[in-house]
């Protein structure tokens, strides 16, 4: 059973600040699309799997389709938040940009960039002051790829 995806901000829709709130699910950035992320918590669906407990019928994702933050194209600025237990990977970024500030990314799994996978040339990374822990991947890149 694929992770529900609570919210999708998509492209042309106005910036969206999110803060202090706990999501049980998944999110995605479309192209254009901004994000703005301040003392929240993302965590896969209660039942998921998460490294080290319980089992799922689906394989870890290297595409990023069932990634806590999927982030294509967009911009998603990360304050003190946490993302936590996504047994398909916690973001993907695919010529997007993602800002990390005070954060902490655990317990993910994915084949590859368990944490985090980035792809595309267009891609842009800043983190600054945040923990990575607990994460893996079954072929390459635990923590980011």
Known sequence: MAQPLVITVAAGSPRVHISNVSLFGRMSVEAGAEL????????AEAG??????????????????????SIRGGTATLTSVVLRSHPAG????????????????????ALTGGAMRVRGHGS??????????????????????
Do not use: M
């Open 36 to 43: 703005t992320l301040r003392s929240c918590v993302i965590e």
């Open 124 to 145: 842009v990374v800043r983190v600054e002051h945040s923990q990575f822990s607990r994460n893996s991947a079954a072929v390459s890149g635990g923590a980011l790829q």
């Open 90 to 109: 916690a973001i993907v970024v695919d010529d997007g940009t993602i800002t990390l500030v005070e954060c902490t990314i655990e317990l993910a799994h």
């Open 48 to 69: 998921a799997s998460s490294i080290g407990g319980g089992s799922t019928s689906r394989s870890p994702s290297s595409s990023g389709g069932e990634r806590g933050l």
